[in-house]
C-alpha cells in the first residue's frame, strides 16, 4: 500500500487535503486526534494530575481542552512534559492503525520531522500558506498572530521541512482551488498506489 505522511505549517489547510483524500478513499489517520484521545485515558489523567492538581480533568470536555491547551501552550516546561507524557503512546497508536490498514494511507503528523517518522512513509507532503493567510483562516479558532506565532516557534524552521517533503502545496487561493490541488495530487497518489500492487 502507498503510505503518505501530511504535515505543514499550523492552519495551512491540512484538514481540507485529508477530507478530500478520504472522499478519494485514504484512509486518514490524524496523530492530534489520538492524542488529544489520550487525555481521556485515566493513567494519562493520573499522571498529568500529580503535576497539575487533583480534579484538573473534571467539567466538560470541551473546558478541558482549554486548560490543557493553556497548560502547554504557554509555558515550555509543561510543554515537554505532555510531549513526554503523550508521544510515544501516540505514536505507537498510530503505527498500528497504519499497520493495519490495507490501501492507500494518509497519516498527519504536525510534528511528523521533528519526531523523527517520516521514514514510516513512500512520501511526504508539506502544507504551505503564508502566515497572513493563516492568521486570517485560524480567527475561527479564535488564535491571533501571536497565538499562530507562538506555536510556529515550538516546531523545525519551515525552510528545513519543506526541502525535506515530496510534494510542497501552496495554499494561496481560494477553498475551492486548495480541494482542487488536493484532488489533483490525490489522483497521482491513487496512481502510485495501483503501481505498488
Same mark, same amino acid.
Given at each position: 500500500?502507498? /503510505?503518505?505522511?501530511? !504535515? #505543514?505549517?499550523?492552519?495551512?489547510?491540512?484538514? =481540507?487535503?485529508?477530507?478530500?483524500?478520504?472522499?478519494?478513499?485514504?484512509?486518514?489517520?490524524?496523530?492530534? /486526534?489520538?492524542?488529544?484521545?489520550?487525555? &481521556?485515558?485515566?493513567?494519562?489523567?493520573?499522571?498529568?494530575?500529580?503535576?497539575?492538581?487533583?480534579?484538573?480533568? &473534571?467539567? @466538560?470536555?470541551?473546558?478541558?481542552?482549554?486548560?490543557? $491547551?493553556?497548560? %502547554? *501552550?504557554?509555558?515550555?516546561?509543561?510543554? /515537554? *512534559?505532555?510531549?513526554?507524557?503523550?508521544?510515544?503512546? =501516540?505514536?505507537?497508536?498510530?503505527?498500528?492503525? %497504519?499497520?493495519?490498514? !490495507?490501501?492507500?494511507?494518509?497519516?498527519?503528523?504536525?510534528?511528523?520531522?521533528?519526531?523523527?517518522? $517520516?521514514?514510516? *512513509?513512500? #512520501?511526504?507532503?508539506?502544507?504551505?500558506?503564508?502566515?497572513?493567510?493563516?492568521?486570517?483562516?485560524? &480567527?475561527?479558532?479564535?488564535?491571533?498572530?501571536?497565538?499562530?506565532?507562538?506555536?510556529?516557534?515550538?516546531?523545525?524552521?519551515?525552510?528545513?521541512? %519543506?526541502?525535506?517533503?515530496?510534494?510542497?502545496? @501552496?495554499?494561496?487561493? !481560494?477553498?475551492?482551488?486548495?480541494?482542487?490541488?488536493?484532488?489533483?495530487? #490525490?489522483?497521482?497518489?491513487?496512481?502510485?498506489?495501483?503501481?505498488?500492487?
Amino acid at each position: 500500500m502507498l /503510505t503518505i505522511g501530511l !504535515t #505543514g505549517d499550523v492552519g495551512a489547510g491540512k484538514s =481540507t487535503l485529508c477530507r478530500v483524500w478520504s472522499g478519494m478513499g485514504a484512509a486518514v489517520f490524524d496523530a492530534d /486526534t489520538i492524542a488529544r484521545d489520550l487525555w &481521556k485515558r485515566q493513567d494519562v489523567q493520573r499522571e498529568a494530575e500529580q503535576r497539575w492538581g487533583s480534579g484538573f480533568f &473534571k467539567g @466538560e470536555w470541551k473546558d478541558v481542552l482549554a486548560r490543557i $491547551a493553556a497548560k %502547554i *501552550f504557554t509555558d515550555d516546561a509543561e510543554y /515537554t *512534559f505532555a510531549s513526554q507524557l503523550l508521544h510515544g503512546a =501516540t505514536m505507537k497508536e498510530l503505527r498500528r492503525l %497504519i499497520d493495519a490498514s !490495507t490501501g492507500w494511507v494518509v497519516a498527519e503528523i504536525p510534528l511528523l520531522y521533528e519526531c523523527g517518522a $517520516a521514514d514510516w *512513509f513512500d #512520501g511526504v507532503v508539506f502544507a504551505a500558506a503564508s502566515v497572513e493567510k493563516r492568521i486570517e483562516r485560524n &480567527k475561527k479558532r479564535s488564535w491571533d498572530e501571536n497565538e499562530v506565532r507562538r506555536r510556529d516557534a515550538k516546531l523545525m524552521p519551515r525552510e528545513d521541512k %519543506i526541502k525535506r517533503a515530496d510534494w510542497v502545496l @501552496e495554499n494561496s487561493g !481560494t477553498l475551492a482551488e486548495w480541494e482542487q490541488k488536493a484532488r489533483s495530487l #490525490g489522483e497521482m497518489f491513487l496512481k502510485m498506489d495501483s503501481a505498488k500492487r
